[in-house]
C-alpha cells in the first residue's frame, strides 16, 4: 500500500490478495445532538422545533469572536431561515465536528513520523486522527475554514428535505419549491418549516446536496468605496445581529463561574512559583476562625482552600501563608541574559531563506529589538467547575481544546476519557488563554479529595502567576541597503524558544511545562516565528530561529508569531526608509508589486488617517502584514497618530484598512479588527511583566497598563470586500498596530522605539539620530545609529555568531 498526501491507494498485497485500509476510512459517528421535546434532528449541526425555533450546534468555543453568530448564519442563509427564528447550543466534544484545517496547521506539533502524510486537511491520515481524538480546538482562524462549509451542505440537505416534504403534500417537483423566510414555498402555497419538520425527516437527501450557487456574505455591508462615502465603522448595521449580545446585555449568558450546583463549594488556589516550585509547607493553624471552611487540598505544586463562598476560601489562602522552594526560579535578568547571548553568538536554524540568502551578506545597518514576555489580560480569570459522582466526572470550564482537558482530568484522577463529560461554556476573553487545561486537572483533584461539587476560581494575581505568557524574545535585523536605501539583503536573527512546540507537547502529549520544553530544546520552530518572511521584493534574505532555552514556559497568544516578527520586519522597513530619506508609504509600494492588494490597503489606509508622508514632527507612522490561514490570506494597513505628553506615551487615532475577501458578516468583522487594534495596543504600551523569584511583576489589572476607554484612540476602519476567500477577522488586527505605533512616536520624539512593550525613559537613553544623507553615511559611534557591536553580531564571518543553519 503506498501512502500519499492527497490519500491512499488501493493495491495487491504481495500474495495477489486486495489491500485495503479499512482503518483509515472516514469514521461514523452517532449524532451527538439530542433533540428536546418537540424538535426533529437534522445532520449533525441543526435541529427545527415545533415552535419554528432553528437550533445550530457551534463546536468552537465562544470567546468574544462571533463564531455562535457566524455558523448559525451561515446555515439560516444557505437554508432561507428568517433570522429571528434562530438559535444556538454548544456542540458536544465529538469526532463529528473535527477541525481539519487547525489540524493539518498544527502537524508539526503533534510530531508525527511522517508529517507529510497528515499536514493537509483533506488527508485521510489526518482526517482519522482529528475524528478519532475528537479534535475540535478553538485557535489560530479556523473556525469558518473547518464549519463554514459544513454547515453549509447540512442546511443544504435540510432545505432540500424541507422541500421534499411539502412538495409530497401539493403533488409537484421539489426541484420547483423554494425555501425562504422561514417558509418552503410553490406559487400560493406556503408552509413553515415547522409545520414540515417532522415529515421532512423521513425524506434522503440528493447526494450532494443542492448548494446555493453564493456563498453566504452580509447582504447589508456596502464597501465605501462604492459609495464614494468614507468608512463609516459606527454604523455596524447587519441584517444578522449578534445572538449573543441580549443574554450578555441582560446578565443571563452563563460562564463557568454562573453554575450553580447543589452542595457546591468554593475553591481558591496558590500555585508555586515559574517553574517546578514545590509545596514546603503552610500555616495551617492560621485558619481557625475563618468561617465557611470546608477543607484544604494539597498538590504537589499548590495548595487550595474550599469554603462556602469564595472570599473566605482566599482569605483562609492567605492566613496560611503557603510557601514554596524550587531549584531554578525565573529572574528577568536572568531571561534577559539567555536571550542576549542567544542572539548575539547562538547556532541558529534557517527558517526562510530567498535568493542568495546571506552568502555574501555586506550590512550597513543593524537594529536591535527586545520583546518582553506579554500576557494575555482576559476580563474573566480562570474558573471551572467540576463534580465527581458515581465514577463520572462533569466539567463545566471554557475550553479552546476541550479534549485534551478531557483527558487530562481523566488522567489526573485515573478515569476513562468516556467517564469525563465536558460541558462547553463561553469564555469572558481569551486571546488562546484557554488553550491550556491545568485548571481541568485541579478542580478534578479537589472535587475527589473533598467528594462533592467544586468551582475552582483563580484570582487575577494566580491568573498573572500560573498563565504561560508569550514567549520573549531578542532579534538582530542587519540589512545591506543600496546607495539610494533600497534593501538588497535582510538578516534576522531571533532569539525566543520554540514556544508552538512546547505548546504542542503540552496539548498533544499531555506533559507538564518542564518536561515539554525539554522534549523540544534546541529545535527550529517555524510557527513560532510566523510572518518573518515578508511580503517585499527583498532580493535576498536569510531568517534565522536561535532557540533557547529558558526557564519560563511560553504559550500562544492572539497574534501568534507574527505579532512579533512583524514588529520587527516592519520596524526595519521604516527605519531603512528613514535613512534613505524615503517616505514610508511609497518606499513600501516599490516593493510590493506582487501584491497589489496590500498597496491598495497601504493607499486606503493613508486616506483614511490623512497620511503627512510620516515626516518628523508629524506624529504619524504606518506599517503593513499579510497573514495566510487555511488557504485564505488575509491583509491589512496600519496608520498610526502617536506622541508623547505629560501622562507619557499616547495614541491618538489609529486608521487601518483591511482586506480579507468575502464578509459574512460585516458587524462581527469590524469588531474583531477593532478588538484585535486594541489588543495591540495594550501589547505595545503595556500587558507585559516581569519576573522576580519565579513570581510575575505584575500582578493586577492596573499594573498591565490596559487600556480603559480613556486611553482609547479614535479607530478607523475601511474594510474591504473582495472576491478571494474569506480570512478570519479575529488575528489580522495584532501584527501591524506595534511597529506602525513605533514609527508615530519616532516621528513625534525623535526616538527609536524598539522594545516591546514601549517604555519613554529607554528610549530617552538614546539620543535622536538624524538620517544620513546616505545609508553608509551612517556613524557607528553616533548613539541611535547602527554601531560596530551590532553589525559585528550579524557579519557572516563572525563565527557562530553567523547562525550557521544546522545540516
Known amino acids: 500500500m503506498k501512502l500519499t498526501r492527497r490519500g491512499v491507494l488501493t493495491g495487491a498485497a504481495l500474495g495477489g490478495g486486495l489491500l485495503v485500509a ?30 419554528g425555533v432553528i437550533t445550530v450546534a457551534v463546536p468552537q468555543l465562544e470567546m468574544g469572536q462571533g463564531i455562535t453568530t457566524l455558523l448559525p448564519q451561515v446555515v439560516a442563509m444557505e437554508l432561507g431561515a428568517d433570522w429571528r427564528q434562530m438559535a444556538v447550543e454548544p456542540a458536544p466534544v465529538s469526532g463529528a465536528y473535527a477541525n481539519l484545517p487547525l489540524a493539518a496547521r498544527w502537524a508539526p506539533l503533534r510530531e508525527l513520523a511522517i508529517p507529510m502524510l497528515s499536514d493537509e486537511a483533506d488527508d485521510l491520515l489526518l482526517r482519522r486522527w482529528a475524528e478519532t481524538n475528537a479534535f475540535t480546538a478553538t485557535a489560530d482562524g479556523t473556525s469558518m475554514a473547518a464549519y463554514e462549509m459544513p454547515c453549509r451542505m447540512a442546511a443544504a440537505s435540510a432545505r432540500a428535505m424541507l422541500q421534499m416534504a411539502a412538495a409530497a403534500r401539493w403533488g409537484v417537483a421539489w426541484e420547483e419549491c423554494e425555501a425562504a423566510s422561514g417558509f418552503v414555498i410553490h406559487g400560493e402555497n406556503r408552509l413553515t418549516f415547522a409545520e414540515l419538520a417532522a415529515e421532512a425527516a423521513g425524506f434522503d437527501p ?80 492560621r485558619i481557625a ?49 539567555s536571550l542576549d547571548d542567544g542572539v548575539r553568538r547562538g547556532t541558529g536554524h534557517v527558517i526562510a531563506q530567498r535568493g542568495l540568502g546571506d552568502d555574501g551578506f555586506s550590512p550597513n545597518m543593524a537594529l536591535r529589538f527586545d520583546i518582553a514576555p506579554a500576557v494575555h489580560a482576559t476580563i474573566e480569570t480562570t474558573s471551572v467547575t467540576a463534580r465527581l459522582v458515581g465514577g463520572k466526572l462533569e466539567l463545566w470550564m471554557a475550553s479552546q481544546f476541550p479534549e485534551a482537558a478531557r483527558l487530562a482530568a481523566a488522567r489526573a484522577i485515573g ?21 491550556e487545561h491545568d485548571q481541568a486537572i485541579e478542580a478534578a483533584l479537589i472535587a475527589r479529595e473533598l467528594g462533592r461539587p467544586v468551582q475552582l476560581v483563580w484570582s487575577r494575581t494566580e491568573e498573572q502567576a500560573a498563565l504561560y505568557p508569550r514567549a520573549p524574545a531578542a532579534i538582530l535585523a542587519g540589512a545591506q541597503l543600496t546607495g539610494d536605501g533600497r534593501i538588497a539583503a535582510l538578516r534576522l536573527r531571533v532569539a525566543t524558544p520554540p514556544a508552538a512546540l512546547e505548546l504542542g507537547r503540552r496539548l498533544f502529549a499531555n506533559l507538564t511545562n518542564w518536561t515539554a520544553k525539554e522534549a523540544v530544546a534546541g529545535r527550529a520552530d517555524p510557527l513560532a516565528l510566523e510572518g518573518i518572511d515578508p511580503p517585499y521584493a527583498i532580493p535576498n534574505l536569510a531568517a534565522y530561529h536561535i532557540p533557547v532555552d529558558l526557564p519560563l514556559p511560553a504559550g500562544r497568544m492572539r497574534g501568534g508569531g507574527d505579532a512579533v516578527t512583524c514588529f520587527a520586519m516592519e520596524s526595519v522597513v521604516n527605519e531603512a526608509a528613514l535613512r534613505g530619506q524615503h517616505e514610508a508609504m511609497g518606499y513600501r509600494i516599490a516593493m510590493l508589486g506582487g501584491d497589489p492588494a496590500l498597496v491598495d490597503c497601504l493607499q486606503r489606509a493613508a486616506r483614511l488617517a490623512g497620511w503627512e508622508g510620516g515626516a518628523p514632527g508629524t506624529g504619524q507612522g504606518i506599517a503593513c502584514h499579510r497573514m495566510t490561514r487555511a488557504g485564505a490570506t488575509g491583509r491589512i494597513a496600519v496608520v498610526a497618530t502617536a506622541g508623547s505628553g505629560e501622562r507619557g506615551i499616547g495614541v491618538s487615532e489609529i486608521a487601518v484598512a483591511v482586506n480579507i475577501g468575502r464578509v459574512v458578516n460585516r458587524d462581527i468583522a469590524i469588531q474583531q479588527i477593532e478588538g484585535g487594534v486594541i489588543f495591540a495596543l495594550g501589547l505595545a504600551l503595556g500587558c507585559a511583566t516581569g519576573y522576580d523569584e519565579g513570581r510575575p511583576t505584575t500582578a493586577r489589572l492596573a499594573d498591565l497598563k490596559v487600556p480603559s476607554l480613556a486611553d482609547c484612540p479614535r479607530i478607523l476602519v475601511d474594510l474591504v470586500e473582495s472576491e478571494a476567500d474569506s480570512f478570519d477577522p479575529g488575528e489580522i488586527g495584532v501584527p501591524a498596530v506595534a511597529p506602525a505605533i513605533a514609527a508615530a512616536l519616532q516621528s513625534a520624539t525623535g526616538l527609536p522605539f524598539r522594545n516591546l512593550p514601549f517604555d519613554l525613559s529607554r528610549a530617552m537613553q538614546a539620543a535622536p539620530a538624524p538620517a544620513p544623507t546616505s545609508p553608509a553615511a551612517a556613524d557607528p559611534a553616533m548613539p541611535g545609529a547602527t554601531t560596530a557591536e551590532q553589525l559585528d553580531s550579524i557579519q557572516p564571518d563572525a563565527g557562530a555568531a553567523a547562525g550557521t543553519p544546522d545540516q
Open 415 to 435: 478515569l476513562s476519557t468516556a467517564d469525563v463529560v465536558l460541558y462547553p461554556m463561553p469564555a469572558g476573553g481569551s486571546f488562546d488563554r484557554r488553550l
Open 289 to 337: 476562625g475563618v468561617p465557611g471552611l470546608v477543607g484544604v487540598v494539597r498538590g504537589k505544586r499548590w495548595l487550595a482552600v474550599a469554603a462556602t463562598d469564595w472570599w473566605n476560601a482566599e482569605r483562609a489562602l492567605t492566613a496560611m501563608n503557603p510557601r514554596f522552594a524550587a531549584s531554578r526560579m525565573v529572574r528577568s535578568e536572568r531571561l534577559t541574559a
Open 206 to 285: 440528493p447526494d450532494p446536496p443542492p448548494l446555493r450557487p453564493d456563498a453566504p456574505r452580509d447582504p447589508a455591508f456596502v464597501p465605501a468605496s462604492d459609495t464614494g462615502q468614507e468608512p463609516d465603522n459606527e454604523d455596524h448595521s447587519t441584517g444578522f445581529p449578534r445572538l449573543d449580545l441580549p443574554s450578555k446585555v441582560d446578565g443571563s449568558w452563563l460562564f463557568a463561574g454562573d453554575v450553580r450546583l447543589p452542595d457546591l463549594v468554593y475553591a481558591a488556589i496558590r500555585h508555586g512559583p515559574q517553574t517546578e516550585a514545590e509545596l514546603v509547607g503552610y500555616d495551617l493553624e
Open 22 to 51: 479499512f482503518a483509515l476510512l472516514p469514521r461514523r459517528f452517532d449524532n451527538p445532538l439530542e433533540p428536546l421535546a418537540g424538535e426533529t434532528v437534522f445532520d449533525v449541526w441543526l435541529k427545527i422545533g415545533d415552535d
